[in-house]
């Protein structure tokens, strides 16, 4: 706070805080206790804002005026009312609040609370008493830190000479939560198979409760409990701090839930989802060095591909994320990294899911047989069997994209984009097989155009279909040189003039390049060299590091014959590592900007 600045204790609601403090203690009816809880977050802000100013003064005090005001009380629940000090003119009646406060149940069993307590209280303690008035209001003081850490000395030598361990308060808290596990849970009338429930106002009610000690881990099985009881109606029962504070302790690690409990969290609060989405996004970009196994490692860990695979709703919802997200930025290969990763996870989970669902309700706007042909993982089928599958994948999806009354908008077009780049392992296969074989060479270069460029399919796509297979074609005579340098791909590339700083189609080309260099013999000489070429390099490399990643972890289980592509590949990305710009840090920004303005 600044020195001289102008401030009152009705512009911290001081006057209202003090009012709810006589009120909650007047009453201990369920309402009272009810409003303690619901007004907890903004009672610590305001502790906040009080601990803030009385710091500040009282470093500008002398505290022996603090304490011989608080000895002159004759309850020891206020201050007295001193001019001379400039905390007591702005807060008179502070000691009758923090004494109030500290001792309501329902505010000091929340851990934050507390702590706000504590802080104000210990701005008030002299810690080294100089005359009996002094040692008097110490005393004050620290019957109310007693009763705020713990039980007090009289107390706890009656629990020890009953024998009684210091979990004592831990465990009638167990009690209570196995109590109310036992009415959420219901039981069985009659022998007959219906269960009677508590009423939605109960469920609401201890909801409410439950909003002080919700990250104490004595609680976890009641707050499964609520999350996973049956809900007869359509409205949520459960009150919205209660599912939001739960969300918060599981996104900060401070409770740990079921998966059950965690996918019904998400199922009732929309915001926790996202919250969940977003953490793991950030979390994946702020490691741009991961492999992919460490990414699919934290993706699994995360639930969400198992939580999507069970309920295609919160699928549908982690999408559409995905698919704004992507918007945003433009189309950044990290993120195109992340979906496809994801979707891995994802069907996986997807075939371990007991009641298999329909295709349709994870994606409503697709043809369902393209949908079947791109589940299939490459990993899943034998090498030679690659080739006959993408041939089948793209006719259908030439087949719809360029059918009239299939794609009759941009965002139809888009939509079948989008789902190729979930699955765009089959454009990691298409690149590989371009290079090791001449077979289907036009239908495999359409589908890399399709890829790279969706919105150009409609407009000029057989004269781009043209200039790729003139540099396809370029590219593939370098492989039969039996001497190659690096001027041989630079003036390749350079011919025809498609390649340029300014080209659209340079990310095309530089994975041609790539695919070359991986699978080919003499591509394998000069990799190290090209990594010179101006396209691997900087803000150009467009996803050439995720390629690279992506083909690794296709191939790890392909056998020794594969060690040169390995080798080839730990060289280029080692390469690229020295001359890789702050595009993912790039990418953050926009994501984080996008989570801003979103949720």
């Known amino acids: 706070m600044a020195k001289g600045t102008s401030i009152s204790a009705s512009s911290f609601g001081f006057e209202y805080w003090l009012n709810k403090a006589v009120e909650w203690g007047q009453t201990t009816t369920f309402e009272s206790q009810q409003d303690v809880c619901l007004h907890l977050p903004k009672l610590q802000e305001f502790l906040k804002q009080i601990y803030g100013a009385i710091q500040h003064m009282v470093s500008n005090s002398r505290k022996e005026g603090i304490i011989e005001a608080i000895a002159r009380d004759n309850l020891l629940h206020r201050l007295g009312q001193i001019n001379t000090i400039p905390a007591l003119k702005l807060f008179p009646l502070i000691g009758q609040l923090l004494g109030r406060l500290c001792w309501n149940p329902f505010v000091v069993a929340h851990d934050e609370s507390q702590q706000n307590l504590l802080q104000c209280l210990w701005c008030l303690y002299s810690a080294e008493p100089e005359n009996a008035v002094e040692q008097k209001a110490n005393e004050w003081i620290w019957s109310l830190l007693q009763s705020l850490t713990g039980v007090d000395h009289g107390a706890r030598s009656v629990i020890q000479s009953l024998h009684y361990p210091e979990e004592y308060h831990s465990k009638l808290l167990k009690n209570m939560v196995v109590s109310l596990v036992k009415e959420l849970q219901g039981y069985q009338c009659d022998g007959s198979s219906m269960f009677l429930r508590l009423p939605p106002e109960q469920r609401r009610s201890i909801s409410v409760l439950c909003l002080p000690i919700v990250t104490l881990p004595e609680v976890v099985p009641l707050l499964e409990a609520l999350l996973t009881c049956h809900e007869d109606g359509l409205d949520e029962t459960l009150i919205t701090e209660f599912l939001e504070s739960v969300s918060n302790g599981l996104l900060q690690k401070q409770i740990f839930l079921s998966e059950p409990a965690v996918m019904s969290l998400w199922l009732r609060y929309l915001p926790s989802l996202e919250q969940a989405i977003f953490y793991l996004t950030e979390t994946l970009i702020s490691h741009p060095s991961a492999s992919l196994l460490e990414v699919e490692a934290v993706i699994t860990e995360s639930l969400l591909p198992k939580a999507s695979a069970c309920h295609p709703s919160l699928f549908r919802v982690l999408d559409n994320f995905f698919r704004a997200i992507l918007l945003e930025t433009d189309g950044h290969p990290k993120i195109i990294a992340i979906i496809q990763a994801f979707t891995r996870c994802f069907v996986q989970a997807l075939l371990q899911v007991q009641t298999q669902m329909p295709l349709k309700l994870y994606f409503p706007y697709n043809h369902q047989s393209l949908v079947m042909a791109l589940l299939v993982h490459p990993s899943d089928m034998p090498s030679a069997a690659w080739s006959q599958h993408l041939i089948s994948i793209i006719q ?170 390995h080798s080839t590949i730990e060289l280029l990305r080692q390469q690229l590592l020295e001359t890789q710009s702050d595009s993912a840090i790039k990418c953050a920004e926009q994501c984080t900007i996008f989570h801003d303005s979103s949720f």
């Open 396 to 565: 259908i999806l030439k087949r719809i994209v360029q059918d009239k009354e299939v794609t009759r908008t941009s965002a139809d077009l888009f939509e079948n984009w989008f789902l190729l780049v979930h699955f765009g392992d089959w454009v990691n296969v298409a690149l590989q097989q371009l290079m090791t074989g001449d077979d289907n060479s036009e239908m495999l270069l359409w589908l890399l155009l399709f890829y790279y460029k969706p919105h150009e399919e409609n407009q000029q796509g057989s004269h781009l279909l043209e200039d790729m297979k003139s540099v396809y074609n370029r590219i593939k005579v370098l492989g039969n040189k039996t001497t190659l340098n690096l001027e041989d791909v630079q003036t390749a590339l350079i011919t025809g003039n498609l390649y340029t700083e300014q080209s659209h189609h340079k990310d095309l080309i530089n994975h041609l390049l790539v695919s070359f260099l991986l699978f080919s013999a003499s591509g394998h000489r000069i990799a190290k060299e090209s990594v010179q070429l101006s396209m691997l390099a900087g803000d150009a490399t467009g996803g050439v590091s995720e390629l690279l990643a992506s083909t690794a972890h296709r191939l790890k289980n392909k056998g020794s014959k594969e060690d040169k592509v």
